[in-house]
């Protein structure tokens, strides 16, 4: 049985800086991209950063750019997203999903509609 389930969120002001958790289980991880995306109350949820299987392709929305980092750890099924220098504007519901790892580019990876599992999202609010 697949399972996603995403930790690490809360509540920190402008500028600070959070750690968001997936552990992964039921299914081969290295076999698998892993997706963050986000949803903001009455938006679409959006594609924020993803890792292949292989860790040596990431791909990011240029609005985290520069501030979130994507990595993954094989050891423990893990993927994490590393979440700097925060604005009230990344504050939402972050989840993590996954998706047979393919050689395809980022914006492949920047659709929803590709991925076969999610988690159960992670609030993250910011405030100004």
């Known amino acids: 049985q697949v399972q996603l389930v995403e930790s690490g969120g809360g509540m920190v002001q402008t500028g600070g800086s959070l750690r968001l958790s997936c552990a992964a289980s039921?299914?081969?991880?290295?076999?698998?991209?892993m997706g963050w995306f986000r949803q903001a109350p009455g938006k679409e949820r959006e594609f924020v950063a993803v890792i292949r299987g292989s860790k040596d392709f990431t791909y990011y929305v240029d609005s985290v750019k520069g501030r979130f980092t994507i990595s993954r750890d094989g050891a423990k099924n893990t993927v994490f997203l590393q979440m700097n220098s925060l604005k009230p504007e990344d504050t939402a519901v972050y989840y993590c999903?996954?998706?047979?790892?393919?050689?395809?580019?980022?914006?492949?990876?920047?659709?929803?509609?590709?991925?076969?599992?999610w988690g159960q999202g992670t609030q993250v609010t910011v405030s100004s």
């Open positions: 039921g299914f081969t991880f290295s076999s698998y991209a």
């Open positions: 999903a996954a998706v047979l790892d393919r050689p395809y580019s980022g914006s492949y990876y920047s659709s929803r509609s590709v991925y076969s599992y």
